[in-house]
């Protein structure tokens, strides 16, 4: 679930809190609030972004499953939907994908932009629109419209 490699703990003041759970502490970033208007609270919702290291409490191991991150990546995604698939120059032969890189800002308070690699599979998308097409027959014939 934790990367093998150690990351500096990155600088988002107000939006970054330590948790201790079963000894181990724990960085989770606060990416949203909702506030409840009856009972008058406000609930912060928070993803574990990594583990502390022990011996080096600036470093983490980071999460390879932050939580809370679909709605910002899906935008990315949408953003560059068009801009690479298909193109030769993005075509990653090894791996028969269209590949390309983008660069934004994850959390708030950084100050580098990170990269965010985005693939694109032609034969994928082809036997997820053949599947499509097979569902859509077999609904015909049993006389779904």
């Not at 960085?27 to 009972?39: G, S």
């Not at 980071?62 to 939907?81: C, S």
Request: proline share 4%.
């Amino acid at each position: 679930m934790f990367m093998k490699f150690k990351v500096p703990v990155p600088e988002a003041h107000g939006k970054l809190v330590r948790k201790n759970r079963g000894g181990e502490m724990f960085i989770e970033y606060e990416y949203e609030r909702t506030y409840d208007p009856v009972k008058q609270i406000t609930y912060p919702k928070r993803a574990s972004i990594g583990k502390v290291d022990k011996d080096t409490p600036d470093q983490m191991y980071p999460n390879q499953n932050i939580k809370g991150m679909k709605d910002f990546i899906r935008g990315i995604v949408l953003k560059n939907q068009g801009t690479f698939e298909g193109k030769r120059i993005h075509y990653i032969d090894r791996y028969d994908v269209y590949g390309t890189s983008v660069e934004c800002v994850l959390f708030e308070g950084d100050e580098k932009k990170k990269h965010v690699h985005l693939y694109y599979s032609d034969s994928r998308a082809y036997g997820e629109k053949q599947e499509i097409k097979a569902r859509i027959r077999r609904g015909q014939r049993r006389g779904c419209d």
